[in-house]
């Protein structure tokens, strides 16, 4: 008889890899492992040998990165959703499309279970199996880290000697990564304790900002209906640009930020992120929608945009809520195209000029001088209909003081 089938989400790293050889070895699994680019610096030709020489029956490489960026990321950017007003969602954004395609092996191999290398503590675990039972809720989902007798990272360790499986972690440098496209970031070791600072050793993408370049770099970021499209004029395409603005935003020491934030399941965590190219990104298509978005516009756009991330972070990508908000934010988008130029010097990322044909600012209007179109008269009703409730209060408690004085009389 055959042995049972699994798809494993496969990194290459310490827990998948002994993930690989447990399911094989405890389970009798025959499994089949998937590694999704979306961006991370692997040789994946080497993890492909790597999972083939550890046990896995098949191996499947799936470029992923144009998907990730227009059908994920360009979604969060039009959103401005951003975690706790700190974290740009790196992590959160991959994860959803990974399950998509871990789902779409699965059905292709017959397979009965998905295996995944999330924690029991971690946020992960939730956004795999949410994205899964959305889309193949008939499937299996074996998530070992909540059941095995491994309980540390150490003991991986151990493990993976134990079967000759290569790591290139070791007891002394503990750090967890995770990359793609869009950031990288780092947690584990000594960033576990809040007090300590970390050190700039620990960056792989960003210059430290005293190490930066002495010169200030400007340049012009162009966006269409909302996505950037070009930089200086020059269209890239969607991969390309997130590509080219990491390098120049790594270069300037743009996009470290050091946060404690709030995970799904109830604790607090500490983490280190690089976010360069997305960094720069936010700051300019914020800039820019201060330009064409109307007011009222932009204040419920800010409200949606902090539900939207949450739905992002807690992995509930497919869910109705997200389709309907994503809905209203891409009708708000059509104007948000334009001209946003950008200012990097030693960590810091400023827009300092923005232009657009669908801009609402009007010279004629704010100029401090004489106009044909405001009639400043006009602002004393305004202001006496605006006050109004304010008056009302006021002479209502005068009122009532006076009365309280004459009956105490």
């Not at 092996?105 to 039972?133: L, S, Y």
């Not at 360069?276 to 109307?294: N, Q, S």
């Amino acid at each position: 008889m055959k042995n049972k089938k699994v798809v494993l989400a496969y990194s290459g790293g310490l827990d998948t890899s002994v993930i690989l050889k447990w399911l094989e070895v405890e389970h009798g699994y025959d499994v089949i492992a998937v590694c999704i680019d979306v961006g991370q610096k692997e040789d994946f030709a080497e993890v492909k040998k790597k999972a083939l020489m550890t046990g896995a029956k098949k191996v499947y490489v799936l470029d992923v990165q144009k998907e990730f960026v227009e059908e994920y990321l360009y979604k969060g950017i039009k959103a401005g959703a951003i975690y706790e007003n700190d974290y740009l969602l790196g992590t959160a954004y991959a994860r959803p499309l990974i399950a998509k395609k871990l789902v779409e092996v699965a059905e292709m191999e017959g397979a009965e279970a998905i295996a995944h290398g999330a924690t029991g503590k971690g946020n992960d675990q939730v956004r795999f199996e949410a994205g899964i039972k959305a889309l193949a809720p008939h499937l299996k989902i074996i998530a070992p880290w909540r059941t095995w007798t491994l309980k540390s990272r150490e003991d991986c360790i151990d493990y993976a000697v134990k079967y000759n499986i290569p790591v290139n972690v070791t007891k002394k440098s503990i750090y967890s990564r995770d990359e793609n496209l869009w950031h990288i970031s780092h947690e584990g070791g000594e960033l576990e304790n809040p007090e300590t600072p970390h050190h700039e050793s620990v960056y792989m993408w960003v210059t430290p900002p005293e190490l930066a370049p002495e010169k200030a770099e400007n340049f012009t970021i162009t966006f269409e209906q909302g996505v950037p499209v070009a930089v200086d004029g020059k269209p890239y395409g969607s991969v390309e640009l997130i590509q080219h603005l990491n390098d120049i935003g790594g270069k300037h020491g743009v996009g470290v930020i050091d946060i404690v934030e709030n995970r799904l399941v109830g604790l607090k965590s500490r983490g280190v992120y690089e976010t360069p190219g997305g960094t720069i990104i936010y700051e300019a298509h914020k800039a820019l929608e201060k330009l064409v978005l109307d007011r009222a516009t932009l204040s419920y756009k800010n409200m949606v945009a902090q539900k939207y991330s949450e739905l992002i972070y807690d992995g509930m990508w497919f869910s109705d809520l997200m389709g309907a908000l994503t809905s209203f934010v891409e009708t708000t988008q059509v104007n948000v195209s334009g001209e946003v130029q950008m200012k990097l010097y030693k960590g810091s990322c400023t827009s300092i000029g923005s232009t657009s044909c669908n801009s609402l600012y009007s010279e004629e209007f704010v100029t401090f001088g004489e106009d044909d179109v405001y009639n400043q008269q006009d602002a004393e009703g305004f202001i006496n209909l605006f006050t109004l409730p304010l008056k009302m209060k006021a002479l209502k408690a005068i009122e009532k003081e006076n009365k309280n004085e004459s009956e105490s009389a």
